[in-house]
Nanobody
């Protein structure tokens, strides 16, 4: 079955950096596009960044210029480099796959369990 595993979260001071990693495995088919979302306590989950199959990324206005999303398609892994972090970046960060499936299951998006990012001032 499809597995989505995020890693790299932690606690850093404002102005610091973190690099999140998301790896997908266990699929029969999986499109190459992937996304990151985040959810702060008491708030709705929000879009952070998306990368398409040829490596073109886009970002929410709140992280543009500070976050960089890249991919290693051979390893089915994406990397979210987060620089100049702010306290408002504190959230659980989730990775979402493109359309993926294992065996006979219909293709659909899969979510990871999330990795916590905490930024202290």
């Amino acid at each position: 079955q499809v597995q989505v595993v995020e890693s790299g979260g932690g606690s850093v001071q404002a102005g610091g950096s973190l690099r999140l990693t998301c790896r997908v495995s266990g699929f029969t088919f999986c499109s190459l596009d992937m996304s990151w979302y985040r959810q702060a306590p008491g708030k709705e989950r929000e879009f952070v960044s998306f990368i398409d199959s040829v490596g073109i990324a886009n970002y929410s206005d709140s992280v543009k210029g500070r976050f960089t999303l890249s991919q290693d398609n051979t390893k089915r892994t994406v990397f979210l480099q987060m620089d100049n972090l702010k306290p408002e970046d504190t959230a659980m960060y989730y990775c979402k796959t493109g359309l993926c499936g294992s065996g006979p299951e219909p293709l659909h998006n899969h979510w990871g369990q999330g990795t916590q990012v905490t930024i202290t001032s």
